[in-house]
């Protein structure tokens, strides 16, 4: 009965004494997985954001670049006009495929095939290497094997 006189006088329950810290503790460390759980959530979801602007810029530059030059060709007559529009239709072309190779290279994260490293790496190394669709071949920074590394959105 000394317990229950505790718990009185502490003005809390005998489950409360007994489990109260321990539960307290797990909640703590629930509510630090879930917050865990949420933000890498929201990096997936932004970095599905800007890979679909990506495709957009892509996509968008590259048609563009297509639609000068057709004209040109076919619809414009002056040669110093002609010149003009191809000049233009390289730059829409090498901006855009910029922006794209930016966002392909700062979002999310090259995983390595052969020691699981996730990071970021550098745009040159994004812009020369091999590829298929986001998977490029690229050398490990941790540990300096070359392998196909995919993209991941979160790490
Ligand atoms: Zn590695």
């Not at 922006?99 to 190394?125: D, F, R």
Request: with cysteine; aromatic share 14%.
């Amino acid at each position: 009965m000394y317990m229950l006189e505790l718990c009185r006088i502490l003005d809390i329950s005998v489950n409360e004494l007994l489990t109260g810290e321990f539960i307290e503790e797990r909640n703590y460390q629930q509510k630090a997985e879930d917050n865990l759980l949420m933000m890498a959530d929201q990096e997936v979801k932004q970095t599905k954001k800007m890979f679909f602007y990506e495709n957009v810029i892509g996509i968008g530059s590259t048609s563009i670049f297509l639609i000068l030059i057709f004209i040109s060709v076919y619809f414009v007559e002056n040669s110093v006009l002609k010149v003009i529009l191809f000049i233009l239709s390289f730059i829409f072309l090498i901006i855009g495929v910029s922006i794209a190779l930016k966002i392909e290279t700062e979002e999310g994260y090259y995983e390595c095939q052969k020691c699981h490293h996730k990071y970021i790496p550098s745009y040159q190394q994004v812009y020369f290497a091999m590829h298929y669709g986001r998977t490029r071949y690229m050398k490990c920074p941790h540990c300096q094997k070359r392998s196909w590394q995919k993209k991941i959105y979160s790490k």
